[in-house]
């Protein structure tokens, strides 16, 4: 999960998601998500993970928090993940 690691690094204090599987990750910012996103067909805005994401996306701090959708096996997820301390 080094290049996972590796985008947060490079991202921080940038609001996005980093978009990920085992082997690849990709970051959008703000605005790329809400492109890609609005390209969604019509019945898909409602899903759960577009909700999911967008309100994550508005509310998260990109100070001290990291987003990620995970791509695995056919599943998508929404992870926030915080900073450690130290």
Not at 16 to 33: A, P, R
Not at 46 to 73: G, I, W
């Amino acid at each position: 999960m080094k290049h996972l690691l590796n985008s947060f690094q490079t991202h921080k204090g940038i609001r996005g998601v980093t978009f990920y599987d085992d082997t690849n990750s990709n970051f959008l910012t703000w605005d790329e998500v809400f492109r890609f996103l609005k390209d969604f067909p019509e019945g898909e805005k409602s899903d759960r993970f577009y909700d999911r994401l967008t309100e994550t996306l508005a509310n998260y701090d990109p100070e001290t928090e990291f987003l990620a959708v995970r791509q695995q096996k056919g599943a998508v997820t929404v992870e926030l993940f915080t900073r450690g301390l130290g």
